[in-house]
């Protein structure tokens, strides 16, 4: 009798589950990133709420440039001459982003609780399973909106019009764009590796050939030993990153909140969608 009482208990399983908030599964507030998104609020620091997450500095940055890439306007913006020399806040839209997810996340767990109390086959019921998601190395991915094609007799070039209104051009073959299927109003992610791209002050970047031209203003240096990555943010919200020698950043006398161009080629954009 004990034998056969410890094998319903153990077959008296509870649901469990989580809750993102976010367009596909390539581009989702986890809550992880919501209570960085918190944090960020309590303490007007992203120092303190990385620490508070158990972040890394860069790790918390590389989430709110993320984070920052989902909407039409930032969450989460950079302050100067504040306490301390500046610091980090969330944004009218970042609060109720917040507040939305606090709300739908109390409604899923009343879901959860009553669906594992009204389960009492297990055994009938589907496994649940978690969607997968491409991962990719390039440090810049950007989400928007197919705008133009240009068809070529030999390549194509496709606008891609992020949220904020800036434009990326990528190059691409014909076959590239009947295997993903683009057409005008499609969405579709932009890569571009921070290596391939070159930083130049706004009136030498009007005399470069490169297709793509994107400004805006530094926000973060991080140097390393050889390299420097530097942050720019764009106007629409959307972050650049762009790994530069520690020589050039003495040369063009780079600093936090110096206007900047990212510039690129077009046939250094790769295009991709989420399928």
């Known amino acids: 009798m004990d034998k056969h009482n410890n094998h319903k208990k153990v077959d008296e399983l509870t649901i469990v589950g989580s809750l993102s908030l976010g367009r596909d599964a390539q581009n989702l507030l986890s809550d992880k990133r919501i209570g960085l998104l918190e944090k960020i609020g309590e303490y007007g620091s992203i120092t303190q709420a990385a620490k508070a997450v158990g972040l890394s500095y860069k790790g918390a940055w590389d989430a709110v440039d993320a984070m920052n890439g989902m909407f039409s306007e930032p969450l989460v913006v950079t302050?100067?001459?504040?306490?301390?020399?500046?610091?980090?806040?969330?944004?009218?839209?970042?609060?109720?982003?917040?507040?939305?997810?606090?709300?739908?996340?109390?409604?899923?767990?009343?879901?959860?609780?009553?669906?594992?109390?009204?389960?009492?086959?297990?055994?009938?019921?589907?496994?649940?399973?978690?969607?997968?998601?491409?991962?990719?190395?390039?440090?810049?991915?950007?989400?928007g909106k197919v705008s133009a094609i240009k068809l070529g007799p030999v390549n194509v070039e496709v606008e891609l019009s992020l949220t904020g209104g800036d434009k990326i051009h990528s190059v691409i073959t014909h076959d590239g764009l009947d295997?993903?299927?683009?057409?005008?109003?499609?969405?579709?992610?932009?890569?571009?590796?921070?290596?391939?791209?070159?930083?130049?002050?706004?009136?030498?970047?009007?005399?470069?050939?490169?297709?793509?031209?994107?400004?805006?203003?530094?926000?973060?240096?991080?140097?390393?030993?050889?390299?420097?990555?530097?942050?720019?943010?764009?106007?629409?919200?959307?972050?650049?990153?762009?790994?530069?020698?520690?020589?050039?950043?003495?040369?063009?006398?780079?600093?936090?909140?110096?206007?900047?161009?990212?510039?690129?080629?077009?046939?250094?954009?790769?295009?991709?969608?989420?399928?």
């Open 179 to 275: 295997n993903l299927g683009l057409k005008i109003g499609s969405e579709a992610w932009a890569l571009v590796k921070a290596s391939w791209i070159i930083l130049a002050m706004p009136d030498a970047a009007s005399k470069v050939s490169a297709r793509n031209k994107l400004a805006g203003k530094i926000v973060r240096i991080i140097p390393g030993n050889v390299n420097t990555e530097v942050v720019m943010q764009l106007d629409g919200g959307n972050s650049v990153s762009v790994v530069i020698t520690n020589e050039s950043v003495t040369s063009l006398d780079l600093a936090v909140g110096v206007e900047v161009c990212a510039v690129f080629k077009a046939s250094s954009v790769i295009m991709g969608i989420t399928d």
């Open 79 to 143: 302050m100067t001459g504040g306490k301390g020399g500046g610091g980090t806040q969330l944004t009218a839209t970042g609060i109720r982003i917040v507040d939305a997810y606090r709300a739908l996340l109390r409604e899923h767990q009343r879901f959860m609780a009553a669906a594992s109390a009204g389960i009492e086959d297990f055994d009938n019921v589907y496994q649940f399973i978690r969607r997968l998601s491409v991962k990719t190395s390039a440090r810049n991915q950007f989400f």
